[in-house]
């Protein structure tokens, strides 16, 4: 099991790259380093990358560069988001797809190009690089489609198919052996409007990605610190290994938001959540699953506002480096669990040592919300997981 | 007459500001003042000042200083327009009002509170200088609440007033003896469901400025290259005369668009709408008329896609710093009208050498359309105008 960490940098936030500190970075990532981790997720932004459609900053691609290159030097290995898009509640779009340019970021054939352009772009630069792993489209891109978004983009799931296949293609075009992968929220697993559907998310790009965030729906649902809620990532594996059986599955994002984690448990959380997704006390770990990548690296300052509140207090790391319990909780997780090897393929009809549970499914994602912690299958697989059985989904088309 | 140039830097645009270059702004610079400009108009990006509502990064204040600087050191004067806000049909807005965090530019008290505080900043860094004049709260910035804007801002009259009065007042209360003024379209002259009046754009700010195109009203009235176009911007000099009574006029943007302006006869647009603003050949110069700023310095470069097309042609130079026919056309007016004093005050009833027109104004502006170009006052003005005798015009209000 792999063990890394979104990089938040401890001073401005992402804006540092307005004017990025290369000796901050490099003690950033040497605390990073020092957690444990042995990957960094790092996220330029979008508009500074790319401020015209036809334009790509120079400037902006070698600032990235050196903090790819700062992260290996600190014996790190390194993915990179390429369209961001959005992050921590604010999107990040260049003016060339707002306002009186507002052009669709998914089907227009122009911004496609543009956003292909970029992502060559990237990729060629990260395929000089031995200490990077691969690229990912971009951090829950795919939220600009979502219906609650404020001024959603519409397409449907053809068209969603025909974007990944494109920007994937982008990068695997100029970098044959890199990751390529593309990255969502719970929307895609369980809202029924998404465009971009779970068949999407584990059928194309190199890996299935998850983000398992407990704010969404187990929180608000079980409530603060119930047991429950160690189990949603699992959860959420368990899901994936159901839509696209026998993928790698990368595990992120996970993270302890103070809204339904108190502040004093969230060692515990992250004790508890590794454990439950690594098969602790002689359980299978999640199939497929072999990185786990915490966000994030570090605390956002209470100097820059409006952020949700929990993003001030997500880091394993605090603003002058010190590792947080959070951290310790962290490193700890790393030397435990660094050995477990996931089984590579889900739980099929083979003899097994849990339980196999049907899921109808619809393969357009149709119905993909009665797989919402809302609804009851949620209920009783993470009473069965308490209970010391964590059931293997296995779909079942309807 | 002073004449002045905005400064489009020539390498990248504005979008030069991610990563400035300090020896072409040098050359840039060296190149606007070769053209016997005497003062230029600087325009930064508000998300990279101010990306996060509570911080503003110290290091894109430093980057615009600098410019500021290396034109206070080539001879120019300089005004800064603080918010960015829009330029040539790009909207550059920071991510912490938009889409999630979407908030009222003009009337939430936050939102003021930090454009407040970025106006201070500025205004503080501008105050010692010497070659600072002064600054504009942004350009054209009133068109995010024009009903046409495709995410319109909404407010009122009074909700304008306040706007204007915290943000000008912020720039009062550092800098005292800076000029501080506020920008705006033909809207705010001719449409009536705008929120920023005629009395607000008359009656605050240190002056009233004048955006003076022809592609809004007059061109597709009358026709390219038609006579008539060459006196709007006079037209809207004594509009702005008869609105406020007695204040400097700043004509803060004139430009010769290719969309009605033929390419060969825009050095011959430059002549005739200048020697209609100083009243070439024994006339009256527009009452009040301090400064005319040419639109703009430096073509925009074919590398940068979806300008409108006249944006890669309104230069005075070309991508390599040459002087264009239309430049060469600047600096002889610059030659030929710098001696012009235009009378302080605009011709009220005393004894004048020109006609005074009364028109019937409603203060709140509800009836502002009146005088738009494609009523009937404009037709009836430049056609005594092309005859020899310019009227003033002189409100009543109804």
Same mark, same amino acid.
């Given at each position: ?237 368990? !899901? ?36 439950? !997704? ?47 319990? !959070? ?58 997981? !308490? ?12």
């Amino acid at each position: 099991m792999r063990f890394g960490v979104n990089y938040t940098p401890r001073s401005g936030w992402f804006h540092s790259w307005l004017h990025p500190d290369p000796v901050r970075t490099v003690e950033d990532l040497a605390a990073i380093r020092a957690l444990g981790a042995d990957h960094v997720r790092v996220f330029p932004l979008w508009p500074l990358l790319q401020p015209n459609r036809t334009w790509i900053d120079p400037g902006s691609v070698d600032d990235l560069m050196a903090v790819v290159d700062a992260a290996g030097d600190a014996g790190l290995r390194v993915s990179v988001d390429v369209l961001q898009g959005h992050l921590s509640s604010y999107d990040f779009l260049p003016s060339w797809v707002q306002s009186w340019h507002r052009r669709n970021l998914f089907t227009d054939p122009q911004v496609v190009a543009a956003e292909a352009e970029l992502v060559r772009v990237i990729a060629g630069e990260l395929a000089q690089r031995e200490h990077a792993d691969g690229l990912c489209l971009g951090n829950e891109f795919v939220q600009f489609a979502a219906s609650r978004h404020p001024e959603p983009q519409v397409l449907d799931e053809s068209g969603a198919r025909a974007w990944l296949r494109t920007l994937l293609g982008a990068a695997h075009a100029v970098w044959p052996d890199g990751q390529a992968v593309h990255s969502f929220d719970d929307d895609v697993w369980f809202d029924d409007s998404q465009p971009f559907t779970p068949r999407l998310a584990t059928g194309l790009g190199d890996l299935t990605t998850v983000h398992s965030w407990v704010f969404g729906g187990v929180g608000p649902r079980y409530g603060t610190d119930a047991p429950e809620l160690v189990w949603f990532a699992r959860y959420l594996c368990e !899901l994936a290994a159901a839509w696209g059986p026998g993928r790698a599955i990368w595990l992120q994002e996970i993270g302890a938001p103070v809204s339904y984690v108190s502040p004093g448990r969230s060692p515990d959380f992250l004790r508890r959540t590794v454990d439950a !997704l690594c098969g602790a006390g002689g359980g299978t770990p999640a199939p497929g699953l072999g990185s786990i990548t915490w966000w994030c690296s570090h605390d956002v300052s209470r100097e820059l506002a409006d952020f949700p509140e929990i993003e001030y207090s997500l880091g394993l790391l605090d603003g002058d480096n010190r590792t947080k319990p !959070l951290g310790e909780a962290f490193r700890e997780a790393t030397v435990t669990h660094h050995a477990v090897s996931a089984p590579p393929l889900p739980v099929g009809g083979a003899a097994t040592d849990r339980s196999v549970w049907d899921v109808p499914l619809s393969p357009d994602g149709a119905d993909r919300s009665s797989t919402s912690p809302s609804n009851g299958l949620f209920d009783d697989w993470v009473r069965s997981a !308490l209970a010391g059985d964590v059931p293997a989904l296995r779909a079942v088309n309807v």
